[in-house]
């Protein structure tokens, strides 16, 4: 007689940082800080948050100097990517081990879950936000429309100058669309732009169209 043999799901996390451009590369690392930083769930990373901070700071600075195009400009931006993804890929292989397989503890990591392998990539739909509220002051809360079999959702947000583009853009991991994801530490009185987007088995979807609001 056989035994059925169940399968286990293991939570993992994306670690293809090599081929993710210059700006998500920063972004994922910064979601990931954010996440890590003082999180109980994540007692003993083997990256400390404030040198993965500085290893941030200084990859963001050199992409900016490598804009012009010179050649050692270039190396040295490499290298600073080098730092940040040799760092997020012994954070993550931490967080897989001590998420203890439960998917709001994975997701407060900042980290997202690795896709299938050997499926083509196909993105869930598009989520949407419903509304972008006032909380406490330099707080937002994002209302998001559910997406069917979205494993979680990513929101990202920038401040908008009056009559200018966003800036730099931040991101946040929500593990469901209940309760709103709130979004702190904004600055009182800028504008800000928000989009969201959902992440599925096979992949992320699009970016939602743009929501503003002022934070008070």
Request: aromatic share 6%; charged share 20%; net charge positive.
């Amino acid at each position: 007689m056989t035994t059925k043999k169940t399968k286990l799901n293991i939570i993992k996390p994306q670690l293809g940082f090599v081929s993710m451009a210059d700006a998500d590369l920063a972004a994922r690392a910064l979601a990931v800080h954010d996440g890590m930083a003082g999180n109980a769930a994540y007692p003993s990373p083997p990256v400390d948050m404030p040198g993965l901070k500085a290893a941030i700071d200084s990859l963001n600075a050199a992409i900016a100097a490598s804009l012009d195009g010179g050649k050692a400009a270039t190396i040295e931006k490499d290298k600073r990517r080098a730092d940040v993804i040799i760092m997020l890929r012994l954070l993550g292989h931490y967080v897989e081990a001590t998420c203890k397989n439960d998917m709001n503890t994975f997701v407060s990591s900042g980290f997202v879950t690795s896709p299938a392998t050997r499926t083509p990539a196909q993105p869930v739909e598009k989520p949407l936000i419903l509304a972008l509220d006032q909380g406490s002051p330099g707080q937002l809360i994002v209302t998001i429309k559910r997406v069917a079999k979205a494993r979680s959702y990513e929101i990202r947000y920038a401040p908008v100058p009056a009559g200018g583009t966003a800036g730099n853009w931040f991101t946040v991991t929500a593990a469901s669309t209940k309760p709103p994801a709130a979004v702190s530490n904004l600055t009182i009185g800028t504008n800000y732009t928000f989009q969201v987007r959902a992440f599925g088995k096979l992949g992320f979807s699009d970016w939602s169209a743009p929501v503003e609001r002022i934070c008070i």
